[in-house]
């Protein structure tokens, strides 16, 4: 996606033109299965990763259903972002190849003879009604021999039946819940079963801009976007998922609160330098491609209220603590009471420079509350008296310098007339109530402003706050969040409307991506996002409660 075909890519397709061509997950699960109909024949190509054993493996599957097709397999091997070229050699049985270049080394097992054709492995067969070809690639390090591949028979049935077990397990209801469902078996694949960690997203510089420059590495875990799909776990019963992030989250933020990171490696990494990949074009031209993430480390106060509310939930959903959980906790808490008023890099990680920014004061006051609601339904032993002065505290300085006095409304940073979509936090926050007179400004303000063609902008970027060339699509997340506020406002067709028109951005198998093109729908940025599945599942949650 970030090269060409010479970067390395796996092409199997009719060698004709398909006069159709459709793909659908297979009953409920992350088996992929694309059917090309062409003018000889009909062929189905199933695509999934197997579940379980040693190793990575990808199997691809293909099925003759009518006729006869003539089919092309074009497979480019290579490594380190697509600049390294493998010594490529026949697998010792014949019955396909292995390539091997420094630490890694991949075996492609293949029931056609493969021939090599300018650093290409190639292949031409012809597939009949009736016919099952199977293709299995493995990877693995190269100092140790690969394991023997599956049964591509049997590994398909066991992932299918894990995924189909895993769907039917949880408790969604309501008249989105296909969307709910599908949402939730993206939030569970995004996620590290060894460690429990989630990636915001698979992808690495996928542009949030067509051909521009705001293309970030996505591949590690965020606290806020793995928060907030802890959330969305619990109230479908998904328990184990939540444990093992609650888990990980206690080995990530060990150690001194002063050090706390924005996001993390999957196993809880903390360096994660970002540097850029010269040899690859981008996305349809879109430069530079970024590996690593510059913004592992800023300051942004808002996770310390993101964490709190997370424990919280996992407290009242009765997950069983860990005994250090809430010496953390408190530490963390005492860190936030002597920085929540210095300017930090916000919930958007602009790089043009820190500020007093509302979101993450708001966020502030989340931490402390979240933190008093614990102690108090739990029993904890906490500083409460402190404690409630500082909430109250942070909530009079929120009310009085994070407002426009002319509109009203509540500002992106202090002192500033800028707006920020975060801002549509604030009543789902329990900051303020949904009718408060200071949150209708605010929602009437970035209607006017930040709602190009009805979907919702972070922000303006021409008001050079972020440090980057203007432009960017529409985020979901928060035009998701703006269906939860109409609907606490009563304003249910509205909100039904604008969550009908979000989930019909999804592509043609229900995945989102962070952004969306205002005019056309394009989904833009990486792909897909964590951020976007778990605040389409609280907005479905929010239009079922209303």
């Known amino acids: 996606m970030l090269g060409d075909a010479g970067h390395g890519r796996w092409l199997i397709a009719p060698r004709s033109a398909a006069t159709r061509a459709t793909r659908a997950y297979r009953h409920g699960s992350l088996v992929l299965e694309t059917v090309f109909a062409t003018p000889t024949g009909e062929i189905a190509l199933i695509d999934f990763m197997p579940i379980g054993g040693p190793g990575s493996s990808l199997v691809r599957i293909i099925e003759g259903r009518r006729g006869r097709v003539p089919m092309r397999l074009d ?53 009949a009604a009736g016919e099952t070809l199977a293709f299995t690639l493995a990877h693995g390090p190269s100092h140790e021999p690969l394991p023997p591949p599956r049964a591509p028979s049997t590994a398909l049935e066991e992932t299918e039946d894990f995924w189909t077990r895993w769907h039917a397990h949880g408790r969604v209801a309501g008249p989105h819940a296909a969307l709910v469902r599908r949402s939730l078996l993206t939030l569970k694949a995004l996620t590290h ?129 860990d005994r250090e959980s809430w010496s953390l906790q408190r530490a963390l808490i005492a860190h936030l009471a002597a920085t929540w008023d210095q300017p930090d890099d916000g ?88 009718d408060d007179p200071r949150v209708a400004a605010t929602v009437a303000a970035i209607e006017q402003e930040l709602m190009p063609n009805g979907l919702v902008l972070r922000y303006d970027t021409r008001a050079a706050v972020d440090g980057l060339p203007p432009g960017e699509g529409a985020f979901l997340a928060c035009s998701f969040w703006l269906v939860e506020v109409y609907a606490m406002q009563g304003r249910r067709a509205e909100a039904e409307a604008l969550f009908a028109r979000l989930a019909a951005l999804a592509n043609d198998v229900g995945l989102l991506a962070e952004m969306a093109e205002p005019a056309t729908g394009r989904l833009l940025g990486n792909f897909p996002q964590a951020f976007s599945h778990a605040a389409l599942i609280a907005a479905a949650a929010r239009l079922a409660e209303a």
């Open 75 to 127: 497979l480019v091997l290579r490594f380190d972002y697509g600049a390294v070229v493998p010594w490529v050699t026949r697998l010792p049985d014949g019955a396909g190849l292995q390539a091997v270049a420094g630490p890694d080394r991949v075996a492609l097992h293949s029931p056609v003879r493969l021939r090599g054709e300018g650093l290409t492995t190639i292949a031409r067969f012809t597939v």
């Open 193 to 321: 079963a060894p460690t429990g960690g989630m990636v915001a997203a698979p992808t690495t510089s996928l542009p949030e801009q067509p051909g521009g420059t705001r293309n970030w590495d996505y591949r590690y875990c965020w606290l806020r976007d793995a928060a907030l799909a802890l959330r969305a776990f619990m109230p479908a019963g998904y328990f184990d998922e939540a444990r093992a992030w609650r888990d990980w989250l206690h080995r990530a933020l060990a150690g001194s609160p002063s050090q706390v990171r924005v996001m993390y490696g999957l196993a809880g990494e903390r360096r994660l330098p970002e540097w850029e990949v010269a040899w690859l074009p981008g996305y349809q031209g879109a430069s530079p491609v970024r590996i690593g993430n510059g913004a592992a480390g800023q300051v942004q106060h808002d996770l310390f209220g993101v964490v709190m509310q997370a424990l919280l939930d996992a407290r009242q959903a009765g997950l069983p603590a």
């Open 347 to 434: 919930i958007w990680e602009v790089r043009g420079g820190r500020r007093h920014f509302t979101f993450s004061k708001v966020m502030a006051w989340v931490a402390i509350d979240r933190s008093i609601e614990a102690a108090e339904r739990h029993a904890l032993t906490a500083p409460l008296a402190e404690w409630r002065a500082l909430r109250r505290h942070i909530h009079e300085t929120v009310c009085t310098q994070g407002i426009d006095p002319a509109r009203g409304c509540f500002t992106q940073s202090f002192g500033s007339t800028a707006l920020d979509a975060s801002l549509l936090q604030i009543p789902l926050l329990g900051f303020l109530p949904a």
